[in-house]
């Protein structure tokens, strides 16, 4: 009977999930910033989440977005990425980015996954941050659009001069920088990148 019971809640759990993707309005406007979230762990970390529409077919977006080795070359405020080693899907790269107008280096190891169009990374050593994320990137049914969802995980490193909530706003900045820049590098000339409402 446990069985029973457990095989319909996980059945029940993913026909949900199956509406939620279904509700979601393609045909609305584009939006870099479509969404938002920050909810404080029992960790003390803080988990946010970003959503995007963006007018560009998943698999370039994907493509730009996986070319970790080369955002400094088109994410604003990035202004290193060095490929320190890979392995299948996992690459290491040394990247200096601007924390709140500061550099923070740092390495981080990412893992690819083209087939689901998932990307995830880990902090492995950094000045002031101790950061993972996941992006997914689905494909809009007609297969013109894109949809970026974002979890991010800040945790509070200690020993640098941002407190918790500075560090929260720098975040979205950079994620807002981060999906403007991988758009351009995906459409190149042709890319309109506008500013998010929610600026």
């Given at each position: 009977?446990?069985?029973?019971?457990?095989?319909?809640?996980?059945?029940?759990?993913?026909?949900?999930?199956?509406?939620?993707?279904?509700?979601?309005?393609?045909e609305q406007p584009e939006?870099?910033?479509?969404?938002?979230?920050?909810?404080?762990?029992?960790?003390?970390?803080?988990?946010?989440?970003?959503?995007?529409?963006?007018?560009?077919?998943?698999?370039?977006?994907?493509?730009?977005?996986?070319?970790?080795?080369?955002?400094?070359?088109?994410?604003?405020?990035?202004?290193?990425?060095?490929?320190?080693?890979?392995?299948?899907?996992?690459?290491?790269?040394?990247?200096?980015?601007?924390?709140?107008?500061?550099?923070?280096?740092?390495?981080?190891?990412?893992?690819?996954?083209?087939?689901?169009?998932?990307?995830?990374?880990?902090?492995?050593?950094?000045?002031?941050?101790?950061?993972?994320?996941?992006?997914?990137?689905?494909?809009?049914?007609?297969?013109?659009?894109?949809?970026?969802?974002?979890?991010?995980?800040?945790?509070?490193?200690?020993?640098?001069?941002?407190?918790?909530?500075?560090?929260?706003?720098?975040?979205?900045?950079?994620?807002?920088?981060?999906?403007?820049?991988?758009?351009?590098?995906?459409?190149?000339?042709?890319?309109?990148?506008?500013?998010?409402?929610?600026?």
């Open positions: 009977m446990t069985r029973v019971v457990w095989i319909v809640a996980v059945l029940a759990t993913s026909f949900v999930a199956g509406c939620q993707r279904e509700r979601f309005d393609w939006e870099i910033l479509l969404s938002k979230s920050a909810v404080e762990q029992p960790d003390g970390s803080v988990e946010m989440r970003f959503v995007s529409l963006v007018n560009v077919p998943a698999d370039p977006l994907f493509g730009a977005l996986s070319d970790v080795e080369r955002h400094a070359e088109f994410i604003d405020g990035i202004t290193e990425s060095k490929l320190v080693s890979a392995e299948g899907k996992k690459k290491v790269i040394d990247i200096t980015n601007n924390v709140l107008g500061r550099p923070n280096r740092a390495r981080i190891e990412w893992t690819i996954d083209a087939p689901t169009r998932t990307l995830s990374f880990r902090t492995l050593e950094a000045e002031f941050t101790d950061n993972s994320a996941e992006y997914r990137i689905d494909p809009s049914p007609d297969g013109t659009r894109a949809r970026v969802t974002t979890v991010y995980s800040l945790r509070d490193k200690g020993g640098h001069p941002f407190p918790l909530y500075s560090l929260k706003t720098g975040i979205e900045d950079s994620y807002v920088a981060a999906v403007r820049g991988v758009k351009r590098r995906a459409l190149g000339a042709k890319a309109v990148v506008g500013p998010s409402k929610q600026e």
